[in-house]
């Protein structure tokens, strides 16, 4: 299973970024999707979950009303579009994928690489 998250890059403060998340190796509609995020000396957080048929949607407060999650299980590849990005979304960007929607890590059975957000202000 590899999971290759992509779109991260450095923007200014209101910008937006799409972070893409190519998933090979597993049945990737058989799956629950998340996006979560870490920042340097700080701990893994969840920011959104989608299921398996894309029927529910899960974000974190901090991602609510700027961030949107989705995916293409024709593409096997899900996504994170986030508006209005501010400085403190700064962190490593991972896709997730489990048998489970949840929102704590140990949920998930397979991880992404990350992908690097800077937001400078």
């Known amino acids: 299973v590899q999971l290759q998250a992509s779109g991260g890059g450095l923007v200014q403060a209101g910008a937006s970024l799409r972070l893409s998340c190519a998933a090979t190796?597993?049945?990737?509609?058989?799956?629950?999707m998340g996006w979560f995020r870490q920042a340097p000396g700080k701990e893994r957080e969840f920011i959104a979950a989608i299921g398996w048929s894309a029927g529910s949607t899960h974000y974190a407060d901090s991602a609510k009303g700027r961030f949107t999650i989705s995916r293409d299980n024709t593409k096997n590849t899900v996504y994170l579009q986030m508006n209005s990005l501010k400085p403190e979304d700064t962190a490593a960007y991972y896709c997730a994928a489990g048998v489970r929607t949840g929102l704590k890590t140990y949920q998930y059975n397979y991880w992404g690489q990350g992908t690097e957000v800077t937001v400078s202000s």
């Open positions: 190796g597993l049945t990737f509609s058989s799956y629950n």
